[in-house]
């Protein structure tokens, strides 16, 4: 079993930065694809950014050039830097990864999220 465990959600004022954290734990043997998605109220799940093993990365249009998706391999460990928020970036952010183990099967797996609020 994995779990993934999302930090550094809060409030902040438009305009301003957040990082957020995802740590992965577990039966990992190698982490592929890690990426975040956010859900706003009342909307569908959206994939916010991405990145492979090798470091190629992908973003959503409404967030291409204020946010970076980045890995730390070494710690098993994704990260999120938000910045130039928008009130239209709340929601709940979740950490996603395609993880192998030993037996070469991979799985998908999800954090619990974590809450983004921007204040205009």
């Known amino acids: 079993q994995v779990q993934l465990v999302e930090s550094g959600g809060g409030l902040v004022q438009a305009g301003g930065s957040l990082r957020l954290s995802c740590v992965a734990s577990g039966s990992i043997f190698s982490i592929n694809r890690m990426a975040w998605h956010r859900q706003a109220p009342g909307k569908q799940r959206e994939l916010v950014a991405a990145?492979?093993?090798?470091?190629?990365?992908n973003y959503a249009d409404s967030v291409t050039g204020r946010f970076t998706i980045s890995r730390d391999n070494a710690k098993n460990m994704v990260y999120l830097q938000m910045d130039s928020l928008k009130p239209e970036d709340t929601a709940v952010y979740y950490c996603?990864?395609?993880?192998?183990?030993?037996?070469?099967?991979?799985?998908?797996?999800w954090g619990q999220g974590t809450q983004v609020t921007v204040s205009s």
């Open positions: 996603n990864a395609w993880v192998s183990n030993k037996a070469g099967y991979t799985y998908t797996y």
């Open positions: 990145i492979t093993s090798g470091d190629s990365t």
